[in-house]
């Protein structure tokens, strides 16, 4: 275990195993989210209250779930970075930045197209949407940190300093339905139940968490190979690569 996980933390090991490995996910996210898109907008049944607008939710409901556990993993690396000084949390921190505030985004944005039909009112200060914006806000700010600081050092403790103390907020979201009266319904998966909605919605849904997760792994390990060749280009190695890629080391 230990070995896996120091081979893990060379760059070059990083960039020569995560290559495949962004290609088996990319495909299986073409895979699932072609499935899960096509099933969930033209073969679910509709929903006896809401009608076809609920059908937001094959999208609205995944990138509300990846974008916390994008910040979640955010924490983790923050934490290993500042704990172990690896180098490799920090590549991978910054690569995830980007896209969970996008993801974060489409989450309250779909969120809002679903609120006006079901709640009459593209938003409101509820405690679930409050939370979530908080959310973005946090994405933006770690953000800023790699945009402002010229310091890659700097900015990246700063970064995971950032990343740890704002993981306090992915409670507030997952249990605000639960500690405060609000408008938003309780959480359509739950590990320890089996979901309200009947077989031929939910297990849509369920393909298309899975896609926009591989999507997600996909992406994260493409953003940090080019994240490494940027930082390890002094390193012959890079420059080997470079030259191979057709590009000037």
């Not at 495909?27 to 989210?33: D, E, G, H, N, P």
């Not at 172990?84 to 993801?103: E, H, N, Q, T």
Request: hydrophobic fraction near 50%.
């Amino acid at each position: 275990m230990w070995t896996w996980f120091h081979k893990w933390g060379s760059p070059k090991w990083f960039y020569q195993m995560s290559w495949p490995w962004s290609m088996v996910l990319g495909i299986l996210a073409l895979v699932l989210l072609t499935i899960g898109t096509v099933w969930g907008l033209v073969y679910a049944p509709v929903d006896y209250q809401q009608g076809n607008s609920y059908r937001i939710i094959y999208i609205h409901v995944p990138t509300a779930i990846l974008a916390q556990s994008c910040y979640f993993m955010m924490a983790v690396l923050g934490t290993i970075s500042l704990v172990w000084r690896m180098k490799m949390a920090d590549m991978v921190l910054k690569s995830i930045v980007p896209f969970g505030a996008v993801i974060c985004l489409l989450a309250l944005i779909t969120g809002a197209v679903w609120g006006k039909p079901t709640w009459g009112t593209w938003w409101v200060w509820d405690a679930r949407l409050t939370s979530m914006l908080i959310q973005l806000f946090l994405y933006l700010g770690v953000l800023a940190i790699y945009n402002v600081m010229e310091s890659q050092q700097s900015a990246d403790k700063s970064a995971a300093v950032l990343s740890l103390v704002g993981v306090i907020n992915i409670p507030i979201i997952k249990y605000s339905v639960n500690w405060w009266n609000t408008l938003h319904q309780p959480a359509t998966f739950k590990l320890t139940e089996k979901p309200a909605m009947p077989a031929e919605m939910w297990i849509p849904l369920l393909v298309m968490v899975l896609g926009t997760y591989c999507f997600f792994g996909s992406q994260v390990l493409i953003r940090t190979r080019q994240e490494i060749l940027q930082r390890e280009r002094k390193t012959n190695w890079v420059r080997e690569e470079v030259k191979r890629l057709g590009g000037v080391s």
